[in-house]
């Protein structure tokens, strides 16, 4: 079982729609949570970090569940140019090991 | 521009051989991470360095090994190359403030062929 799962999409929807992604952890002693970005062919980049309290950027809202272990990132309103591959990462180890899943695709149509 | 650069950028070995990634971390950090990121996959965690010492390893069979300098730039190394090294390799660095909250700073890769 891979220690970080996402769904991998694709997801295809329009422009200005709401759209959500989940993740999950194996390790429960993961101790950070984060989104980050990939567009095609480029490096990965941070997005935003992830807290138990939940929090909020822009268009974009993260949510950590301990409990369940689980990720969320919810995108409002969304822009063709937030087409992209989202990658849900956990870090433990005095962040030594920062782990990525496999990403979920997202394209957003005009 | 995260400032952390790559070389070679494309690279193309044969079965058997052995390969030498490089990458310059950032200025200030002093930690490089290494990924190795297949087609469609997200980056799987190979091993990180702090201060010239291995500091954490995934999953990866010892043909994989690494180097950090006093200056911090890193060199990949992976010998008896298989076709399933053909990846995307990239170099990640941050210090110990960035990577504890998750900012790591990525190069933009260097994209391994084995034929």
């Known amino acids: 079982r891979k220690e970080v799962e996402q769904d991998p999409g694709p997801f295809n929807v329009p422009e200005g729609a709401t759209v959500a992604f989940n993740c999950t952890y194996s390790n429960s002693a993961s101790q950070s949570f984060f989104w980050y970005r990939q567009d095609c062919r480029k490096e990965p980049k941070l997005l935003m970090s992830?807290?138990?309290s939940g929090n909020e950027d822009g268009r974009f809202t993260a949510q950590l569940n301990r409990a369940s272990q689980y990720i969320s990132l919810l995108i409002r309103d969304s822009k063709l140019s937030d087409s992209a591959t989202y990658l849900c990462v956990a870090s433990y180890s005095s962040a030594s090991k920062i782990i990525f899943g496999s990403g979920t695709r997202l394209s957003i149509r005009p | 521009e995260t400032g952390v650069t790559q070389s070679p950028t494309h690279l193309i070995k044969t079965r058997g051989q052995q390969v030498t990634l490089r990458c310059s971390s950032q200025s200030g950090h002093n930690t490089v991470s290494w990924y190795q990121q297949a087609l469609g996959q997200g980056p799987q965690f190979i091993f990180q360095y702090y201060r010239e010492e291995e500091n954490g390893r995934g999953n990866f069979p010892p043909r994989f090994s690494g180097l950090q300098f006093p200056n911090y730039s890193s060199e990949l190394n992976v010998n008896a190359l298989e076709l399933d090294d053909s990846a995307l390799y990239l170099c990640?660095?941050?210090?110990?403030?960035?990577?504890?909250?998750?900012?790591?700073?990525f190069g933009e890769g260097s994209r391994l062929t084995v034929l």
């Open positions: 992830v807290y138990s």
């Open positions: 990640a660095s941050s210090s110990r403030t960035s990577a504890n909250t998750g900012e790591l700073f």
